[in-house]
C-alpha cells in the first residue's frame, strides 16, 4: 500500500518569492515515481513534475522543482519567482513501478499568492 | 493532438436516476482511470482499465457504480440510483503504455451534483 501525506493544508507566500510545500509518502515498493500535479480553481489537473526513486538528481522543470529525500521518504515542491498564476491546490502523488500500479494522492495544499 | 475529452462538464441528477459519465482518453494511450474528488479532499482512485478489461476496481464502491471501456468508444463510468453522498467531481485520466514513468493526463472532470 502507498500513502502519501500533505501536512500543509494553506500556504502564503508573496509575489517574487519561492515556496517549499512539503510531502512525505510511504511504499513498499523498492521503485516508484512521485509526481506533483496543480489544480486551479477551474478544477483541472495539470502535471507540473516527475521524480523517479533512482533518478540521482532531483528534478526540475522551469520554476518547479522537486527537492527528494529519499532516505526521509520526502519529494517537497519548490516553486521559484511565485506569480499570481500559481495560487491553486498541489497535489503530491506517487505510484509504484509493477505493472499495475495507480497513482495515489495526497490531500493536498492551498498555495494563495499575494502582490 | 486533444486531451482527455471527458462529457459532460457538469450533470444534475435527482436522487435514484442514473449518471453515465464519458471519458474519452488521449490518443495512443489504452489505459483509463478513474478518481473522485470530493470537496476539500484529493483524488480519490476508482478503477483501473485498459481496452475491454477491468485491470483494478478495488476503489469501486461495491454496489450501484460500475465502469467499462470497450473496444470501441470512450469509457463509461455508471452510477445508478444516484444518492446526494455520490455528488462530487469525477475525474477520468489516461496514459500510454509504456511504463510507470509516465505521469497520468487528466480530463477536466465532470462535476455530479444530485438533487
Known amino acids: 500500500a502507498q500513502k502519501i501525506t500533505q501536512t500543509q493544508p494553506g500556504m502564503f507566500v508573496q509575489e517574487k518569492e519561492a515556496v517549499t510545500l512539503d510531502c512525505t509518502y510511504d511504499?513498499?515498493?523498492?521503485?516508484?515515481?512521485l509526481f506533483w500535479y496543480k489544480q486551479p480553481s477551474s478544477g483541472e489537473m495539470i502535471f507540473l513534475i516527475y521524480?523517479?526513486?533512482?533518478?540521482?538528481q532531483n528534478a526540475t522543470e522551469g520554476r518547479y522543482s522537486l527537492n527528494f529525500q529519499k532516505a526521509r521518504k520526502s519529494a517537497n515542491l519548490v516553486i521559484s519567482a511565485s506569480q499570481l498564476g500559481d495560487s491553486a491546490m498541489y497535489f503530491c502523488?506517487?505510484?509504484?513501478?509493477?505493472?499495475?500500479?495507480?497513482?495515489?494522492f495526497g490531500k493536498g495544499t492551498m498555495l494563495l499568492v499575494s502582490p | 493532438n486533444a486531451g482527455v475529452m471527458q462529457n459532460p462538464r457538469h450533470l444534475v441528477r435527482r436522487r435514484g436516476q442514473e449518471a453515465r459519465l464519458r471519458c474519452s482518453p488521449m490518443?495512443?494511450?489504452?489505459?483509463v482511470y478513474w478518481y473522485r474528488q470530493l470537496p476539500e479532499e484529493g483524488l480519490k482512485f476508482m478503477v483501473y482499465?485498459?481496452?475491454?478489461?477491468?485491470?483494478?476496481e478495488s476503489g469501486m464502491p461495491k454496489e450501484r457504480f460500475s465502469a467499462e471501456f470497450p473496444k470501441e468508444g470512450p469509457s463509461i463510468l455508471r452510477i445508478q440510483q444516484v444518492v446526494r453522498g455520490d455528488s462530487a467531481a469525477y475525474f477520468c485520466?489516461?496514459?500510454?503504455?509504456?511504463?510507470?514513468?509516465?505521469?497520468?493526463?487528466f480530463g477536466s472532470g465532470t462535476r455530479l451534483t444530485v438533487v
Open positions: 482499465l485498459q481496452k475491454e478489461n477491468i485491470i483494478d
Open positions: 485520466a489516461s496514459s500510454p503504455p509504456t511504463g510507470p514513468s509516465s505521469g497520468y493526463t
Open positions: 511504499t513498499s515498493d523498492p521503485s516508484y515515481g
Open positions: 502523488a506517487m505510484r509504484g513501478f509493477d505493472g499495475y500500479s495507480t497513482l495515489t
Open positions: 521524480q523517479g526513486s533512482y533518478d540521482q
Open positions: 490518443k495512443g494511450h489504452s489505459h
